[in-house]
Nanobody
Framework: QAQLVESGGGLVQPGGSLRLSCVASGSIFRFAAMAWYRQAPGKQREMVSYITWGGDTTYADSVKGRFTISRDNAKRMVFLQMNNLKPEDSAVYYC????????WGQGTQVIVSF
């Protein structure tokens, strides 16, 4: 059964950092590009960052220079290092393969607030 498990969210003050982690089942992860998405209350889910199997990355303009995506193919894991967090980064964050958008994990909540 395909599975995605995200972790690492929490409450952080503006300017702070968090590192999100995601473990994916082999049926999703193997040879696949992976991405981090986020969904804030009342808003549509959006892609934050994308990484190919080989490690090429792209970022949404809103997070460029602050977030870094990486992956460990041997462990089937994807990471999102988030620095200089802003209140507008508050959302539930999900990882997924763009080829697997019919199935999602539970996500991990990030709250950026004083």
């Amino acid at each position: 059964q395909a599975q995605l498990v995200e972790s690492g969210g929490g409450l952080v003050q503006p300017g702070g950092s968090l590192r999100l982690s995601c473990v994916a089942s082999g049926s999703i992860f193997r040879f696949a590009a992976m991405a981090w998405y986020r969904q804030a209350p009342g808003k549509q889910r959006e892609m934050v960052s994308y990484i190919t199997w080989g490690g090429d990355t792209t970022y949404a303009d809103s997070v460029k220079g602050r977030f870094t995506i990486s992956r460990d193919n041997a462990k089937r894991m994807v990471f999102l290092q988030m620095n200089n967090l802003k209140p507008e980064d508050s959302a539930v964050y999900y990882c997924n393969a763009p080829s697997n958008l019919d199935s999602w994990g539970q996500g991990t909540q990030v709250i950026v607030s004083f």
